[in-house]
């Protein structure tokens, strides 16, 4: 019988490998305070390169290459990560530059359109992240092995969406379920309040990854591994608020 299960993808028990859990203390075990050191070190990364990818839209520069740059290479080193948690150690802060990449000219590009909408979509994630933070901190929502499973097949479900829509759009230059995604119907700005909600629940998921992960002792990497799935989670949120904003202004 395995002595740590879960459907938490970050949190399956070969991660916690050369752990307590297989009765060996290292010495060097994941703490809150080294996890949000980690995760503002991240967020101050990502925040650099955000400005400068913005700064670029506005000198004129196409922001279709930071954004391709940032989108396959995070993907990559996400991928990496997911495999190898050790590996965060280096690569987590390389993806967090090229996360910001990404951010800096999907916001320059909305504030084109909408000027002010990500200055108030970052107001709206950092609310709605303390907020979830509470209401994880007082077990207001509890975080069962019932609730994870749910979570994440709904989020496994919706980045397969978002990649057939991606496909399809690459493929044919016609996106599927765009009714769903681009549109200001009732029934988008539906689907757009949905998925922040599923991006708010993940914040709880990760808060519980973080709390699980001090529990078991896990190895001092995983705190870039768990600030790296924070900041994932994070941009997520940002950006479903982002778009739902938009949707509004139309």
């Known amino acids: 019988m395995a002595l740590f299960k879960s459907s938490n993808p970050?949190?399956?028990?070969?991660?916690?490998?050369g752990t307590v859990l297989e009765g060996i203390s290292t010495g060097?075990?994941?703490?809150?305070k080294g996890t949000m050191n980690k995760f503002g070190v991240l967020i101050?990364?990502?925040?650099?390169?955000?400005?400068?990818s913005w700064s670029q839209f506005y000198k004129g520069g196409d922001?279709?290459?930071?954004?391709?740059?940032?989108?396959?290479?995070?993907?990559?080193?996400?991928l990496v990560m997911a495999f190898k948690?050790?590996?965060s150690t280096f690569l987590a802060p390389v993806y967090a530059i090229l996360e910001g990449l990404f951010v800096g000219s999907i916001s320059a590009i909305y504030n084109y359109t909408y000027p002010g909408l990500p200055v108030q979509a970052v107001a709206l994630t950092l609310l709605v992240c303390l907020v979830m933070f509470l209401i994880y901190r007082y077990r207001i929502i509890k975080v069962t092995s019932k609730f994870r499973t749910v979570i994440v097949v709904a989020t496994s479900?919706?980045?397969l969406f978002y990649l057939i829509q991606w496909l399809t759009y690459s493929f044919t230059g016609s996106a599927i379920g765009t009714e769903l995604t681009s549109s200001n119907t009732p029934i988008s700005i539906g689907f757009s309040i949905l998925m922040v909600a599923l991006a708010s629940f993940n914040l709880l998921l990760n808060f519980d990854t973080v709390e699980k992960g001090i529990e078991m002792k896990a190895p001092k990497y995983m705190e870039w591994y768990c600030s790296f799935g924070l900041l994932v989670t994070v941009v997520w949120l940002?950006?479903?608020?982002?778009?739902l904003l938009s949707k509004f202004k139309d």
């Open 28 to 32: 060097e075990e994941m703490s809150m």
């Open 44 to 52: 101050l990364l990502m925040m650099g390169s955000t400005v400068f």
């Open 85 to 87: 948690p050790k590996f």
């Open 10 to 17: 970050v949190m399956q028990e070969k991660t916690f490998q």
């Open 63 to 78: 922001p279709r290459t930071m954004m391709y740059i940032g989108v396959f290479g995070g993907l990559a080193l996400a």
């Open 157 to 159: 479900a919706v980045a």
């Open 238 to 243: 940002y950006l479903e608020i982002l778009r």
